[in-house]
T-cell receptor, first 115, second 115 residues
Framework: KAGVTQTPRYLIKTRGQQVTLSCSPI?????VSWYQQTPGQGLQFLFE???????NKGNFPGRFSGRQFSNSRSEMNVSTLELGDSALYLC??????????????FGSGTRLTVV | DQQVKQNSPSLSVQEGRISILNCDYT??????FLWYKKYPAEGPTFLIS???IKDKNEDGRFTVFLNKSAKHLSLHIVPSQPGDSAVYFC??????????????WGLGTSLAVNP
């Protein structure tokens, strides 16, 4: 079956712009979590969506937001981009609530570069 | 404050020998630990996990050991193969069943297995 699909794979934006990233989970998976990966900070949890509701949120400013649609696809949005937002953004899907018991499957990520 | 620490950024071993990747944590409430492997330009893939009520879990060439008193876990790969060369992430699950469950990640250890 198809894995987790993230689009686009690469993105270059300028400071102050906004960006929307998309994640299509594995068919049947209802939970989608988003992570930011940077060399110095590793994987940082952004938020988790389950059944179209945000269930959990990491310590990121309000410029980072997300949503989940009825087909479990998820988008995350970053407004007023800053240079420090340059990172690999990873999406992970899970059958149930995003817990270790269910396991996570990651997409290949979207590489965002802010110039 | 890094709750999950992988103190060795990199490790190099010979093919056929044992690779030992280490991870330390500070939060005694973590109830599940996972190891993920990541190749360049791909998302992390699940490798092996262990519940906090166990001290060992084995899956083929991969074994994870948990020492709760020392708040330390390690991943053993025996024998190591060149295809094992990747970045290995240790992650710990925190929170209780409900809305604050999430994974806390280490910064990763880059393993190079030399032929």
């Amino acid at each position: 079956k198809a894995g987790v699909t993230q689009t686009p794979r690469y993105l270059i934006k300028t400071r102050g712009q906004q960006v929307t990233l998309s994640c299509s989970p594995i068919s049947g998976h209802r939970s989608v979590s988003w992570y930011q990966q940077t060399p110095g900070q590793g994987l940082q949890f952004l938020f988790e969506y389950f059944s179209e509701t945000q269930r959990n949120k990491g310590n990121f400013p309000g410029r980072f937001s997300g949503r989940q649609f009825s087909n479990s696809r998820s988008e995350m949005n970053v407004s007023t981009l800053e240079l420090g937002d340059s990172a690999l953004y990873l999406c992970a899907s899970s059958l149930g609530r995003a817990t270790a018991n269910y396991g996570y499957t990651f997409g290949s990520g979207t590489r965002l570069t802010v110039v | 404050d890094q709750q999950v620490k992988q103190n060795s950024p990199s490790l190099s071993v010979q093919e056929g020998r044992i690779s030992i990747l280490n991870c330390d944590y500070t939060n005694s409430m973590f109830d599940y630990f996972l190891w993920y492997k990541k190749y360049p330009a791909e998302g992390p893939t699940f490798l092996i996990s262990i519940s906090s009520i166990k001290d060992k879990n084995e899956d083929g060439r991969f074994t994870v050991f948990l020492n709760k008193s020392a708040k330390h876990l390690s991943l053993h790969i025996v024998p190591s193969q060149p295809g094992d060369s990747a970045v290995y992430f240790c992650a710990a699950q925190t929170g209780n069943a409900g809305n604050n469950r999430k994974l806390i990640w280490g910064l990763g250890t880059s393993l190079a297995v030399n032929p």
